[in-house]
């Protein structure tokens, strides 16, 4: 299982407290931002780790449990969405093969329609969706971009913060929704 300490404490390591380091520890650790997500990328050996941080309301249209038919389906889609790997990334330049993928979403464990009172009270509060997921490539020193496409599929976010750890390189990049490409070049 990778969490979010584990990625967030390799980034730290290898970053070596520069800067990119702080603004990836405090971006993973809970900033949210309305129309904004986080992707933390480590590639070590051929194994690549990604991670992505998103309000809800970015994914699904709102930050509540859902409380009617329709809120319950957007819920349900957009989690399908996330564990859906090959529909987020592109790797043009190599095979990299899902190994795993874990999704956290708000309200897993009651997404039912919530009655007027937890409605209201889970108004009140930011909800996140978190996901994992692991890939073996194959010729990962070949990876020198990858192609996001959260975009396309979820039109809440606006703008991706990106950070990345590359046979010892490291970086950061924004990536927006209005730009024609949306590749994380990681060289």
């Known amino acids: 299982m990778v969490n979010r300490q584990l990625l967030t ?3 730290l390591l290898l ?10 520890a405090a971006a993973s650790q809970g900033a949210h931002v309305h129309g904004e997500a986080t992707l933390n990328v480590v590639l070590e050996g051929n194994t690549l780790y990604i991670e992505f941080d998103s ?3 970015n994914l699904i249209g709102f930050e509540h449990a859902p409380n009617n038919e329709e809120q319950a389906a957007a819920f349900s889609n957009a989690k399908q969405m996330l564990a859906s790997a090959e529909r987020l990334f592109d790797f043009s330049t190599t095979t990299c093969l899902l190994e795993n993928a874990e999704i956290e979403a708000p309200y897993m464990k009651n997404h039912e329609p919530a009655d007027h009172q937890n409605h209201h009270e889970a108004q009140q509060e930011h909800a996140d969706f978190h996901a994992s997921y692991i890939f073996q490539c194959e010729q990962a020193k070949d990876l020198t971009a990858i192609s996001i496409k959260f975009f396309a599929l979820f039109p809440g976010i606006q703008a991706i913060k990106a950070y990345w750890i590359f046979q010892g390189k490291q970086g950061a990049a924004s990536l927006t929704a209005d730009a024609d490409n949306h590749m994380l070049t990681v060289n």
């Open 9 to 11: 404490g390799l980034l």
């Open 15 to 24: 970053l070596g407290g520069s800067s990119h380091a702080f603004s990836a």
């Open 55 to 57: 309000p809800a309301i």
